[in-house]
């Protein structure tokens, strides 16, 4: 009964790929985020999503592309992977407060 | 644009002891809601605590408590009975209250999203 649910958890990749990261949530929210961890713990925003239309966009190159297809799933794609992607990826939902993370995606880049 | 700062990197206390957190942040809104994320090891992200700008009264949950300063811009936690499975970064963030739950752009003001602070590493010894 996991609540938001990222998959996979752990992504080894090398540069230049295209990878993707599944998200979604059984909490009914009508919102959905990403957010990135950087290698010194710093979350920020990404993305933000309510009813499937973009909401927030938090000057994230164009190789990350979201893709909403309802409002249960946000999921990831991101192209031409670079090492400075390399973070830990988590997704969240909310209907109000507070959000809800999932586990996070490990995106390791070689 | 809202900012978060917790000056402290690394705090440590001894098993059963208090320790207190410290969380300041700057915006020009009157409305809005701050948090307490905890993440162990296990990189999970809990809500530890949350605070609504317009309450007065310091949120608490069980050994969590929050001491709320609205005109100093502070949020503090403080961990009473401080315990084993306390160790964690412990992460103190920011939300508009904006006109909804998810939200939008307007003004340049992004509504719903989280804006975090720095962590805090926190270790407890036995």
């Known amino acids: 009964d996991t609540a938001v649910s990222q998959t996979p958890k752990y992504l080894v990749t090398q540069m230049g790929n295209d990878k993707s990261i599944k998200c979604e949530q059984n909490?009914?929210?009508?919102?959905m985020y990403w957010y990135k961890q950087d290698s010194k713990k710093f979350l920020k925003i990404m993305f933000s999503?309510?009813?499937?239309?973009?909401?927030i966009n938090e000057t994230v190159p164009n190789r990350f592309s979201p893709k909403s297809p309802d409002k249960a799933h946000l999921n990831l794609h991101i192209n031409s992977l670079e090492l400075g992607d390399s973070a830990v990826y988590f997704c969240?939902?909310?209907?109000?407060?507070?959000?809800?993370f999932g586990d996070g995606t490990r995106l390791s880049i070689l | 644009a809202q900012t978060v700062t917790q000056s402290q990197p690394e705090m440590s206390v001894q098993e059963a002891e208090t320790v207190t957190l410290s969380c300041t942040y700057d915006?020009?809104?009157?409305?809005?809601?701050l948090f307490w994320y905890k993440q162990p090891p296990s990189r999970q992200m809990i809500l530890v605590i949350r605070?609504?700008?317009?309450?007065?009264q310091n949120a608490t949950e069980n050994r969590f408590s929050v001491n709320f300063q609205k005109a100093a811009k502070s949020f503090s936690l403080k961990i009473s009975d401080s315990q084993l499975g306390d160790a964690a970064m412990y992460f103190c963030?920011?939300?508009?209250?904006?006109?909804?739950?998810?939200?939008?752009?307007?003004?340049?003001?992004?509504?719903?999203?989280?804006?975090f602070g720095q962590g805090t590493i926190l270790t407890v010894h036995p």
């Open positions: 999503y309510n009813n499937k239309e973009l909401i």
């Open positions: 915006t020009s809104e009157s409305d809005y809601y």
């Open positions: 605070q609504e700008a317009y309450k007065q």
């Open positions: 909490l009914g929210h009508d919102t």
């Open positions: 969240a939902s909310s209907h109000g407060q507070p959000q809800h």
């Open positions: 963030a920011y939300r508009s209250a904006g006109a909804s739950s998810g939200s939008r752009t307007a003004g340049g003001t992004s509504y719903g999203k989280l804006t």
